[in-house]
Structure formats: C-alpha cells, structure tokens
C-alpha cells in the first residue's frame, strides 16, 4: 500500500517494536512533523521494509528535519514482567500523548486497541504504518531503538547471538537459552511458557 498523505500535518503517528520479543524492552515512538514533504522525499516507509542500517541512517535525518516532534518510551524486560504488556502500553499511550500534545490534537496508533485507554484525540488504524507516514517514522524510531539495545545486549552476551533474532523466540534463541540459561534482560513471564520454570530460580 502507498502512503498517503494524512488530512493535517499535525498528525501523531505512534508505533512500538518489540512487543513480542522474549528478551530486551519494548520500544514506542511517538512521531510528529509539519515537514511531510521531507518524509516523503527520504523515502520513509513501514521500519518492517527497511534493514538496520537503513534504519539507522533514517533515524537521523527524521530527528534532524526542523518542526519536528517525537518521544520515545522504552519499557523494560522486568516492567512487562510486573505489569504486563497492556497496562505498560496504556502507559507508554499516555506518556506520549502527555508529551506531544503540545504540537498535535490528533494521535493515532498502529494495530487495533488502545489497551483500554478511551481519549478522544487517540484513534488506532491497523497496518497503519503502511499507509499514514508519520506512523511509518515512528516505527522506524522504535525499531532502530530497539537495534541499538539488542547490538548492546549481543556486545554482553555474545552467546545468545542477539543481533540474529532480535531477541525474538526463534528455534535458535530458544535452544540457546537452554544451554545456556536467561540472562537478566529475559522476560520470565513470556519465557515460562516456553521454557522449564526451574531456569528462573536465581532471577
């Protein structure tokens, strides 16, 4: 789908990377520009359709563009542990919105809930990074977050090869945590449905 052109350039995109992830944060970007012209001429599309240095380089010239917004929430490995993914989401949601709404009257976040927060201004669109660019920069900002903390997480734990799955529940990650046991960094709650229970007994 190509990407259009939102109705007003005050539009927040919001989008998150990492949600499913056995280990590391989830990362979501709130994203906001009265430059769209500029987003359209960098090439911006879907962070899913983009490999990491793309990605890299994109998060530069997005945060270096004038009248241009965004915040980033990282919530960590033990957060969606005590909380759950949904009240740290609804979080994040606010977090953001609390942040930007300074500059925007008019958040959208990408998939199908707001994760039980009702606000007027806030209004989800599935596959919404495919078709309103400013979600689409935002889920470049969250996913290149999230590049950065798993290349971080690899240079600690060269073991478990992070810069291959992201930290997400391949074959490959599961058998390595097996050998090797979690790291701190590992979600236990998503982990345990996987994994012996008996792993987490020293975390």
């Known amino acids: 789908m190509q990407l259009s052109s939102p109705s007003t350039t005050s539009i927040c995109g919001i989008d998150e990377a990492g949600r499913g992830a056995l280990c590391g944060s989830l990362f979501v970007a709130g994203f906001i520009s009265k430059q769209i012209k500029d987003l359209y001429n960098l090439g911006i599309k879907d962070s899913k359709k983009t490999d990491k240095k793309t990605r890299a380089y994109l998060t530069k010239e997005i945060q270096s563009l004038p009248h241009t917004y965004f915040h980033i929430v990282q919530i960590t490995a033990r957060e969606i542990d005590h909380f759950g993914i949904s009240q740290n989401m609804k979080n994040a949601l606010i977090t953001i919105i609390q942040n930007l709404k300074s500059f925007s009257d008019q958040f959208i976040f990408d ?79 998503f982990l345990k449905k996987y994994i012996n229970p008996t792993l987490f007994d020293n975390f």
Do not use: V, W
């Open 111 to 189: 998939g199908n809930t707001t994760f039980g927060l009702h606000l007027p201004n806030l209004n989800t669109l599935i596959k919404g990074d495919a078709s309103i660019i400013q979600i689409s920069a935002a889920s470049i900002l969250a996913k290149n977050a999230k590049d950065i903390e798993m290349e971080k997480l690899h240079q600690l734990y060269p073991d478990y090869n992070f810069l291959s799955h992201s930290g997400y529940g391949t074959r490959a990650h599961i058998q390595t945590i097996k050998k090797f046991g979690i790291t701190k960094f590992h979600r236990q709650s």
